[in-house]
């Protein structure tokens, strides 16, 4: 009777660990949300929650493509620089060459997949060990190019087919936000209900059961990367509608934003696990707790050290879900 009292015990409790597991990135902006409207009376006000979404856009847009570079036990330290170089080539057509907006955008667009391509043929074609290699060259690379092509100058005066994504508003409702619930869904679709979705989950999950399986290891990863560098770009795109500019240095350190909204969001590091609006939810933890800081006037270095903290939690949560399937495995 012990024995069997005790099991029910146990299994109660781990249901709630997981539940915990699944549903704590979720638990956790709630409660910020509702510490920070007792905190301060701005927090719930529309034009602020509005505010939010519009800081929280571009790290929407450049997350989703890092997801499906974790997804498959990946990296790309460089999607800040693919922005910014995207912004500047986009910039670069329109203004400076006299290109038609919707030609610049392609371009813009075009040049953020093109980066991210290379990404992926320098992982899989150079066999380098690591896309950390990689990834981090192409931070370097893409952001010395910025430099050199803007002459390290902002470019301004950008049409407004070019920054009608990012700085346009239907009502008081920004455009960017039915454009992220679009995307969102998409991506939701392409990772669930595609055969390329499932094969990038295997990948991640086990890539010699994968490649056992017939899956093409490596046109995936270059695929992963390639949509990665592209999101970078549509990232970028909605930058330049905010600033109404494309700067040299756009998009310094988006990357450490936007892997943390996705480890945040219930993504492994170790691949095959992570969901698209689980990447929402960590993106808008990032978003909240930067702007409630800023309404509470905390200093913006204190802030570094509070999502430095929600980063490496996360990182600790990933780890412990991961122990029952290392325990198995070596058993």
């Known amino acids: 009777m012990f024995s069997l009292t005790s099991a029910r015990n146990n299994k109660a409790k781990f249901s709630w660990a ?8 979720l638990i956790g902006l709630a409660l910020m949300c509702l510490i920070l409207s007792f905190l301060t009376p701005v927090f719930l006000t529309l034009p602020n929650i509005l505010n939010v979404i519009r800081q929280a856009s571009i790290n929407a847009l450049v997350a989703l493509g890092v997801l499906l570079v974790i997804l498959t036990a990946g990296i790309d330290l ?15 057509a329109s203004v400076k060459l006299g290109m038609p907006a919707p030609l610049a955008i392609l371009l813009l667009l075009f040049s953020g997949a093109f980066l991210g391509w290379l990404n992926g043929i320098a992982l899989t074609k150079l066999n380098l ?3 950390f290699i990689s990834t981090l060259a192409m931070l370097n690379i893409a952001r010395g190019l910025t430099l050199v092509i803007t002459k390290a100058s902002p470019i301004s005066g950008l049409p407004h087919v070019m920054t009608w994504l990012g700085g346009s508003f239907i009502g008081p409702v920004p455009v960017i936000l039915p454009f992220l619930v679009i995307v969102y869904l998409i991506f939701h679709l392409f990772l669930n209900n595609t055969v390329l979705g499932r094969h990038i989950y295997a990948v991640g999950g086990n890539p010699i059961a994968a490649r056992r399986a017939g899956i093409n290891n490596k046109k995936i990863l270059v695929l992963v990367y390639v949509l990665a560098g592209f999101m970078s770009a549509l990232g970028g795109l909605a930058l330049a509608g905010r600033v109404n500019a494309a700067y040299p240095l756009a998009g310094l350190n988006y990357e450490l934003d936007a892997i943390a909204a996705v480890i945040i969001g219930g993504a492994s590091f170790f691949g095959g696990r992570g969901t698209v609006f689980g990447t929402l939810i960590g993106v808008f933890v990032i978003a909240v707790l930067r702007n409630g800081l800023n309404l509470l006037n905390i200093r913006a270095d204190y802030q570094l050290i ?3 903290l929600i980063i490496v939690a996360a990182v600790y949560v990933d780890v412990i879900r991961q122990r029952p399937f290392t325990r198995s495995s070596e058993v």
């Open 18 to 25: 997981q539940f915990l597991l699944r549903y704590g990135a």
């Open 78 to 92: 460089s999607v800040g620089s693919v922005l910014g170089f995207s912004m500047a080539v986009g910039a670069i």
């Open 129 to 131: 060990p690591h896309p």
């Open 306 to 308: 509070g999502i430095g």
